[in-house]
């Protein structure tokens, strides 16, 4: 099936930890997204990559890393220095080009203990 | 930078009746205009969106109506039904930029 996959569903941290959120997508788009949902909240974008080899910052991006060394993937780490971790981080992904549907991954839950 | 404002936050209504759910938009330039309904755990859907040429889209029981000048547009979902229950985002962008998210609007559905 065609689609986006984030793995893994649900992670828990220690605090002063590194972790890493997978995300691959089978739809051949070119532009990958990762957004930040805190409980009863909208969405906020962490960072977003148009192209392989290419990423710009977004609006919450401190504290967040990511690389995208192949089309169909896009992992963000979240890093010891994100203060505020815990949340439910949501990876997307389009075509590239104005007006674009962008079409969303299932979730992963990341809780710092 | 585009800003998105939603109302209302919460919004309940009886099975069958109409519910419409109202978002305003900063950004004259902007230029599509998505709905997403996301369920409790899940990631959002796409379930209609409209782009500045036209002014209304209708799929079935979900119609999207934009007015431009105004800069505000709207989701109408017509003869409700338990299943539509879930929280519903409008979202704003303009040409290849980012999308910009609305705070979300929980749709509840009262048998």
């Known amino acids: 099936d065609g689609g986006i996959t984030q793995s893994p569903k649900y992670l828990f941290r220690k605090e002063g930890q590194n972790v890493t959120l997978s995300c691959e997508q089978n739809?051949?788009?070119?532009?990958m997204y990762w957004y930040r949902q805190d409980p009863g909240q909208g969405l906020r974008l962490i960072y977003y990559?148009?192209?392989?080899?290419?990423?710009q910052k977004g609006d919450i991006a401190e504290g967040y890393s990511v690389s995208r060394e192949k089309k169909e993937s896009f992992p963000l780490t979240v890093t010891s220095a994100q203060k505020n971790p815990t949340a439910f981080y949501l990876c997307?992904?389009?075509?590239?080009?104005?007006?674009?549907?962008?079409?969303f991954g299932e979730g992963s839950w990341l809780t710092v203990v | 930078g585009e800003n998105v404002e939603q109302h209302p936050s919460t919004l309940s209504v009886q099975e069958g009746d109409s519910a419409v759910i109202k978002c305003t938009y900063s950004?004259?330039?902007?230029?599509?205009f998505p709905w997403y309904k996301q369920e409790l755990g899940k990631g959002p859907q796409l379930i209609i969106d409209?782009?500045?040429?036209?002014g209304e889209k209708k799929d079935q029981r979900i119609a999207v109506t934009l007015n431009k000048t105004a800069k505000h547009f709207s989701l109408h979902i017509t003869e409700t039904q338990p299943e539509d229950s879930a929280v519903y985002f409008c979202?704003?962008?303009?040409?290849?930029?980012?999308?910009?998210f609305g705070t979300g609007t929980r749709l509840t559905i009262i048998p």
């Open positions: 997307a992904s389009s075509i590239s080009g104005p007006g674009n549907t962008i079409y």
């Open positions: 739809l051949n788009h070119d532009a």
């Open positions: 990559s148009q192209i392989v080899n290419d990423f």
């Open positions: 950004d004259s330039a902007s230029n599509y």
């Open positions: 409209i782009r500045s040429n036209v």
């Open positions: 979202a704003a962008r303009e040409g290849n930029e980012k999308l910009t």
